[in-house]
Structure formats: C-alpha cells, structure tokens
T-cell receptor, first 110, second 112 residues
C-alpha cells in the first residue's frame, strides 16, 4: 500500500462545475496535509494547507480533512480551463518529510 | 512568492560527466529537500536536510550526494552521470513546524 494514494484520473469536468479530488494516507501520525497544483513541465505550487479536521476554504478552493478516515479532499468550485493540471496531495509526518501522491490529472472542458 | 532558485534550468550532458545542480533559498528555511520526478510520474524524495551539516537519504535510492554547509545552499552532485539519471530534479524548502514546502522551478537533466 502506498503511503499517499490518489486516483490518477484524468478527471474531466465541464467548465463551471465542481471538481472533487480525493486522497487517502496510511500514516496515522501525519500532522499536515497539502494540495499542490502542477502544470505540465512545471514545478508544484501550493494551493491549500490543512492541519485540523474539517473544512478550510480559500476562494474557489475548499480542503477537507478527516483524520479518523485518513482522508483529504480538495473541491474546486466554478472550475475553469486554467484549472486543468495535475493536483498533488502531500502529507507530512513527524519526520518532516513530505510524501506525495501520484497526483490526479484534472481536465476542465470549455 | 517563494524565493528558492535552481540552476541550471535545463542541462544536457554526456555520460560519465560530473554535475552539480544548485539550489538556493533566501527565506532562511532550515529544512531543504531534493525530489526526482519523471514526466507524468510521482515525486520521489532522494535527499533532505534538517539544517547545516545535516543530510539524510530519502526514500528513493539515488547515486547522487548532497551537502549543506550553509543554510541557504543545498547542492546535489552526480559524480558520473548516466542516461538513467535523465529526469527532472526539484528542490524545496520549509521552515520548522507544520508548514508547507516551497519548490524551486526545477532542473531538467538529460544525459546522453
């Protein structure tokens, strides 16, 4: 079992719809959770960080964390073609290493 | 915007050459990381550092070495490049605590 698991996609959504991206992790000691966006050939850029159970909203993005279920999700409202990218879930535990999932490729159809 | 810089951005080099990929950050971050990423694939941690004179191997076996003599500088060296080293190398840094990591723009290495 991988430490951080994501569906590789592609996840295709029409423009204006809500995109829902999911991530599960195996280490119950994980303390910090992050979503990064990566365009093809570019480096990852941080979108959201979340540290406690519940929802955290930032503009069109909402991160959700459920530590009991070891589950993190990212919702993108009013999806735009410019949101088309690979979304990486990252988890950080007590060793301060960031472990990344394989990423979910999102395609927003105009 | 994160201030972490990688040079060169692109490098094409012959087999057997020694290469050093540079990574510098101006944020005073104590933790620094090197990841390797093949196109369309996941990031693999190859080296990390908690601070000056601290380096650790990551989860992916790598023939590279790193050093951390200054807080802001974390170079990665390949003593003898091989075609299997062709990949993108990403440097990242973070501050102490449960905070996010910031990435440099990456170095795309091609060994011919």
């Amino acid at each position: 079992q991988k430490e951080v698991e994501q569906n590789s996609g592609p996840l295709s959504v029409p423009e204006g719809a809500i995109a829902s991206l999911n991530c599960t992790y195996s280490d119950r000691g994980s303390q910090s959770f992050f979503w990064y966006r990566q365009y093809s050939g570019k480096s990852p850029e941080l979108i959201m960080s979340i540290y406690s159970n519940g929802d955290k909203e930032d503009g069109r993005f909402t991160a959700q964390l459920n530590k009991a279920s070891q589950y993190v999700s990212l919702l993108i409202r009013d999806s735009q073609p410019s949101d088309s990218a690979t979304y990486l879930c990252a988890v950080r535990g007590g060793t301060y290493k960031y472990i990344f999932g394989t990423g979910t490729r999102l395609k927003v159809l105009a | 915007e994160a201030d972490i810089y990688q040079t060169p951005r692109y490098l094409v080099i012959g087999t057997g050459k020694k290469i050093t990929l540079e990574c510098s950050q101006t944020m005073g971050h104590d933790k620094m990381y090197w990841y390797q990423q093949d196109p369309g694939m996941e990031l693999h941690l190859i080296h990390y550092s908690y601070g000056v004179n601290s380096t650790e191997k990551g989860d992916l076996s790598s023939e590279s070495t790193v050093s951390r003599i200054r807080t802001e500088h974390f170079p990665l060296t390949l003593e003898s490049a091989r075609p299997s080293h062709t990949s993108q190398y990403l440097c990242a840094s973070s501050v102490y605590g449960n905070t996010e990591a910031f990435f440099g723009q990456g170095t795309r290495l091609t060994v011919v």
